[in-house]
């Protein structure tokens, strides 16, 4: 199976997904859109009204913000995939729970292995916390480290600094730093925007290969 026919194949398990209850109060789950191959994964929360009526993610008020973000930054959102750590709406828009984390990880993951993104930008606290877990974004946002192969970097959720006009001027400087920091991501890898070195290529076309074995 292809990276994209991989992606297609988790949209359609996590449509019919019962692994948790927020599946119980979801009109449409969203499983997160973009390129199989995609350089850079954007991870959010979990899908808010807009999202859930539509199967799209960010197409809400955080969503208009995001792309504005992410105009202003030079990226393209049809070039980069843009997922969430739980694919279903937690009611009300309540912080989704540490089990409904615990049970859509099994999709967050089978993505990331599926694009093998060589950037990922977490956007709030829950996505975070995945990959740097127990730091406090208030001190992180807006700084890129290397967790295992890849590069993470940790951004305010866009929701946050719509409701807290205090955080939007930082929100709007990390975003503003996109640019040199996916300078310097590629430059530490030795390739340019948008490529993917010939190992993660390979190893791209190889895994699902493997996963086919079972
Ligand atoms: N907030 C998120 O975290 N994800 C969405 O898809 C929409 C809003």
């Known amino acids: 199976m292809s990276a994209e026919e991989i992606i297609s194949k988790i949209a359609e398990e996590v449509s019919v997904c019962t692994n948790c209850a927020l599946h119980e109060s979801r009109k449409k789950s969203v499983p997160g859109e973009g390129p199989a191959n995609a350089e850079i994964m954007f991870i959010g929360e979990g899908p808010g009204f807009h999202e859930n009526e539509q199967g799209r993610p960010f197409v809400g008020a955080a969503g208009k ?45 089978a993505q990331i292995k ?32 290397k967790v295992g192969d890849r590069f993470v970097i940790p951004m305010f959720h866009p929701a946050a600094a719509l409701h807290q006009a205090a955080l939007k001027p930082a929100i ?4 503003a730093k996109l640019p040199e920091l996916l300078k310097q991501a590629r430059a530490a890898q030795g390739k ?12 791209q076309n190889e895994e699902p290969k493997q996963l086919s074995l079972f």
């Open 65 to 109: 913000f995001l792309d504005q973000l992410l105009a202003q930054a030079g990226v393209t959102r049809v070039d980069v995939f843009i997922g969430n750590v739980v694919k279903c709406r937690p009611p009300g828009n309540r912080d989704p729970l540490p089990e409904e984390l615990a049970a859509c990880d099994i999709h967050l993951e």
């Open 192 to 203: 340019s925007a948008g490529e993917k070195t010939k190992e993660e290529t390979q190893q």
């Open 114 to 145: 599926a694009i093998n993104p060589s950037i990922i930008v977490t956007l709030g606290r829950f996505s975070m916390n995945k990959f740097i877990p127990g730091a406090k974004i208030s001190a992180i946002h807006g700084q890129m480290r």
């Open 172 to 175: 709007l400087a990390d975003f």
